[in-house]
């Protein structure tokens, strides 16, 4: 015999994940793997996927993620941020999107 009783079974709705703003300081107890550079290809996609781990498991805003991400960055990798961001100025390019910024990254280390 069907089920003649269709009601749900959680009918409590779920709640949805609301994206936060957070600091620098809890981004770090994360502990986001550094970036020099010169890791290579597997190298830059372990950096991709742990940032974008630590993202996920925080849910940060977009603006925080570059900014964050950046922090990370040392050596060769630094240089370059450093290079990118002086003569636009460093608040302008927090406002690159994440997927810019590994769109970028990408360009700037396949052409090394």
Avoid: H
Wanted: proline share 4%.
């Amino acid at each position: 015999m069907a089920n003649a009783d269709n009601t749900n079974r959680n009918p409590e709705p779920r709640e949805a994940l609301v994206a936060r703003k957070c600091s620098y300081k809890e981004f770090m107890s994360c502990q986001p793997f550094n970036f020099k550079g010169s890791e290579g290809d597997v190298g830059l996609i372990s950096w991709f996927e742990r940032m974008e781990s630590v993202f996920s498991c925080r849910n940060y805003t977009e603006d925080c993620k570059v900014k964050f991400a950046t922090g990370t960055l040392t050596e060769e990798a630094l240089s370059w941020w450093n290079s990118f961001a002086q003569p636009i100025g460093i608040e302008e390019t927090y406002k690159i999107t994440w997927v810019e910024f590994k769109k970028l990254l990408i360009k700037v280390l396949s052409a090394n």
